[in-house]
């Protein structure tokens, strides 16, 4: 099956200040990419995702980047705040209804 | 938030039990995933659901089995549970392939 690796395990960044989140992939026919933000004691929740047939997209302060060759997409959070703070997990999935999680990234934002 | 609840939210149990969790949707989609969540492994997938009755295997799904006979509750039972089952238990669902999937609050099994 596929197999996601994500760096780092955990990131503190200064309040204001950009974060990067890297997830590579093996398998290049994965072509579904999301990205969840867990909060202390509740499920994850989708922030972005990605598709293969589109190589960034954009919401506000978060954005994602895919690069196919490479078998890599990263989350980029900006300006980021307090409540920024959370473990982030991104995904793969090559077909259907099977998904392949990172091990997460817990990030502290430092006010 | 998705109108998703699991019941029991927390359950310790002894080895060798049977122990079923509940997943409940209010939302009328057709996918229902059941994940575990565990340190360093992050999620992963043990069974889904594409329709009633219609359930296929996950990544780690030896020990467990799962059922759906109404669109709005999906099963999962460990026939006899072990130490190594002891884990976060989160529901999931989407309306499609490759949507949104939307997650349930948790179940905390603990397995002495």
């Known amino acids: 099956g596929e197999n996601v690796e994500q760096h780092p395990s955990t990131l503190s960044v200064q309040e204001g200040d950009s974060a990067v989140i890297k997830c590579t992939y093996s398998?290049?026919?994965?072509?579904?990419f999301p990205w969840y933000k867990q909060e202390l004691g509740k499920g994850p929740q989708l922030i972005i995702d990605?598709?293969?047939?589109?190589g960034e997209k954009k919401d506000q302060r978060i954005a994602v980047t895919l690069n196919k060759t490479a078998k890599h997409f990263s989350l980029h959070i900006t300006e980021t705040q307090p409540e920024d703070s959370a473990v982030y997990f991104c995904a793969a999935s090559i077909t259907g209804n099977q998904f392949y999680f990172g091990t997460g990234t817990s990030l502290t934002v430092i006010p | 938030d998705a109108g998703i609840t699991q019941s029991p939210r927390h359950k310790v149990t002894e080895t060798g039990t049977p122990v079923t969790l509940r997943c409940h949707q209010t939302?009328?989609?057709?996918?229902m995933y059941w994940y575990r969540q565990d340190p360093g492994h992050g999620l992963r997938l043990i069974h889904y659901s594409y329709g009633v009755k219609d359930t296929d295997k996950g990544e780690v799904s030896d020990g467990y089995s799962v059922s759906r006979s109404k669109t709005e509750d999906f099963l999962l039972t460990l026939e006899s549970a072990t130490s190594s089952q002891t884990s976060v238990y989160f529901c999931a669902i989407s309306e499609g392939v490759q949507e949104t999937q939307y997650f349930g609050p948790g179940t905390r099994l603990l397995v002495l």
């Open positions: 398998d290049s026919a994965s072509n579904y």
């Open positions: 939302e009328n989609h057709r996918y």
């Open positions: 990605i598709r293969s047939n589109v």
